[in-house]
């Protein structure tokens, strides 16, 4: 049986003197976090046999520096989400950002699985998650998110000594296209990729889609709906409602199911936004900013809806069902086909957003009813699209002008 080591103490912490072998022992005690337990572990590490203490505090000094890089190998994604879960409840954060990041994680699994080890992310392997997301068909402000979510993983294991070297330290942060780089849509452009779903068929499973496809994009356009939005729409999230005019306040708005000659009384269609449909994880969720909404809906894509409930419930469906049974994929393809065939520039489905939200901007629409109508704040709508407004100062002279 081997002789026990008897220590005693240097002046140097960590350093023992070791009085069988007469030579000096180092012990270095750390910690690990455990992604499994979700708690850290408390390990030692020892070197022996050193002649000297000079050698023994050199020792201890490359221990205490290399931060046990073998040891915290094996933590990954999943491992350091859990951790970042327990800062997130440790520190009241909001739900809103718990939720979003929770959903970006998700995401990123699709490309990275949850079991990737740390250790095994490169700067190559960080843009090559951020190619495959923009391949995928996620929208910029999405990437933009997934690409903050990532980075903030990163340099949490890194603060928290889980890895030893943050590989995004030096790496250039992907670009994401800026709101003023979005493209929009001219009305005789959308006239002729509407035109397209109206002249054209797509048959699948002895069913035509394209009117499908054809009010999707009239919703988009008219309405300013995120895709996830209107992929999430039931016959029963348009309803109508009713209008009167309040004193000498102009109604000329041709609206085909008022029955008022004189004017008045104003009946239309409006959609209900109350949620949001994610097709990569299957889930429906709340809107963006938990901002539930109504968008009053133009005529042209009014008489379309009549027409596809009218089909939908002589075929039997209910008002539940939901319009559209495709994903924020197909309808990118879809776009993009019709963009193709009509000599168009390459829409995404978001440019339709921008162009209704610049659309409103260039009417003079005031901005609580941007925000009321679009589910974004006023300080987003003001950041994003701060080029298509005034300037205080030539607001302030116009102002003066027409006193």
Same mark, same amino acid.
């Given at each position: 049986?081997? !002789?026990?080591?008897?220590?005693?103490?240097?002046?140097?912490?960590?350093?023992? $003197?070791?009085?069988?072998?007469?030579?000096?022992?180092?012990?270095?005690? =750390?910690?690990?976090?455990?992604?499994?337990?979700?708690?850290?572990?408390?390990?030692?590490?020892?070197?022996?046999?050193?002649?000297?203490?000079?050698?023994?505090?050199? /020792?201890?000094?490359?221990?205490?520096?290399?931060?046990?890089?073998? !040891?915290?190998?094996?933590?990954?994604?999943?491992?350091?989400?859990?951790?970042?879960?327990? *800062?997130?409840?440790?520190?009241?954060?909001?739900?809103?950002?718990?939720?979003? @990041?929770?959903?970006?994680?998700? &995401?990123?699994?699709?490309?990275?699985?949850?079991?990737?080890?740390?250790?095994?992310?490169?700067?190559?392997?960080?843009?090559?998650?951020?190619?495959?997301?923009?391949?995928?068909?996620?929208?910029? /402000?999405?990437?933009?998110?997934?690409?903050?979510?990532?980075?903030?993983?990163?340099?949490?294991?890194?603060?928290?000594?889980?890895?030893? !070297?943050?590989?995004?330290?030096?790496?250039?942060?992907?670009?994401?296209?800026?709101?003023?780089?979005?493209?929009?849509?001219?009305?005789?452009?959308?006239?002729?990729?509407?035109? =397209?779903?109206?002249?054209?068929?797509?048959?699948?499973?002895?069913?035509?889609?394209?009117?499908?496809?054809?009010?999707?994009?009239?919703?988009?356009?008219?309405?300013?709906?995120?895709?996830?939005?209107?992929?999430?729409?039931? $016959?029963?999230?348009? /309803?109508?409602?009713?209008?009167?005019? *309040?004193?000498?306040?102009?109604?000329?708005?041709?609206?085909?199911?008022?029955?008022?000659?004189?004017?008045?009384?104003?009946? %239309?269609?409006?959609?209900?936004? @109350?949620?949001?449909?994610?097709?990569? &994880?299957?889930?429906?969720?709340?809107?963006?900013?938990?901002?539930?909404?109504?968008?009053?809906?133009?005529?042209?894509?009014?008489?379309?809806?009549?027409?596809? *409930?009218?089909?939908?419930?002589?075929?039997? %469906?209910?008002?539940?069902?939901?319009?559209?049974?495709?994903?924020?994929?197909?309808?990118?393809?879809?776009?993009?086909?019709?963009?193709?065939?009509?000599?168009?520039?390459?829409?995404?489905?978001?440019?339709?957003?921008? @162009?209704?939200?610049?659309?409103?901007?260039?009417?003079?629409?005031?901005?609580?009813?941007?925000?009321?109508?679009? %589910?974004?704040?006023?300080?987003?709508?003001?950041?994003?699209?701060?080029?298509?407004?005034?300037?205080? /100062?030539?607001?302030?002279?116009?102002? &003066?002008?027409?006193?």
């Amino acid at each position: 049986m081997a !002789e026990q080591a008897k220590r005693t103490k240097t002046k140097y912490p960590n350093i023992y $003197y070791n009085e069988n072998t007469k030579l000096y022992d180092v012990k270095y005690n =750390y910690k690990v976090y455990d992604p499994l337990t979700q708690k850290n572990k408390y390990k030692a590490k020892w070197k022996y046999n050193l002649s000297s203490l000079t050698e023994a505090r050199g /020792e201890l000094a490359k221990l205490q520096t290399g931060t046990n890089k073998a !040891e915290n190998k094996d933590i990954t994604l999943q491992g350091v989400f859990d951790l970042w879960k327990n *800062k997130a409840g440790g520190q009241n954060f909001s739900p809103v950002t718990i939720r979003n @990041t929770e959903q970006q994680m998700k &995401m990123i699994y699709q490309f990275l699985p949850k079991e990737t080890k740390l250790k095994d992310i490169t700067e190559d392997v960080y843009y090559k998650l951020s190619a495959d997301c923009r391949n995928h068909g996620y929208s910029e /402000e999405t990437l933009h998110s997934i690409n903050a979510t990532f980075r903030k993983m990163i340099n949490l294991a890194y603060k928290k000594k889980l890895i030893t !070297e943050n590989i995004l330290a030096y790496a250039d942060n992907v670009k994401t296209k800026q709101k003023e780089d979005y493209k929009t849509i001219s009305k005789e452009e959308f006239e002729k990729i509407d035109a =397209y779903f109206h002249y054209n068929k797509f048959v699948r499973l002895g069913v035509d889609n394209y009117p499908k496809y054809r009010l999707l994009f009239n919703i988009l356009y008219y309405t300013g709906l995120r895709i996830g939005e209107a992929i999430a729409l039931t $016959y029963n999230d348009f /309803e109508e409602f009713s209008y009167y005019k *309040k004193g000498t306040e102009p109604l000329s708005l041709y609206v085909p199911n008022s029955q008022n000659a004189q004017g008045e009384h104003l009946r %239309g269609t409006r959609i209900k936004v @109350t949620k949001s449909y994610v097709s990569d &994880m299957n889930l429906t969720k709340d809107p963006k900013n938990f901002k539930k909404r109504t968008v009053p809906l133009y005529t042209d894509p009014e008489r379309l809806f009549i027409r596809l *409930k009218n089909g939908h419930l002589q075929d039997g %469906g209910s008002l539940d069902d939901k319009i559209f049974d495709w994903g924020h994929t197909a309808c990118a393809y879809m776009l993009e086909k019709a963009c193709k065939a009509c000599n168009l520039p390459k829409y995404t489905c978001h440019e339709f957003r921008h @162009t209704f939200i610049s659309n409103l901007i260039k009417n003079n629409v005031p901005l609580p009813v941007i925000e009321k109508v679009s %589910g974004d704040t006023q300080q987003t709508i003001l950041e994003r699209y701060s080029h298509m407004f005034e300037s205080d /100062e030539v607001m302030v002279l116009l102002t &003066m002008q027409s006193l």
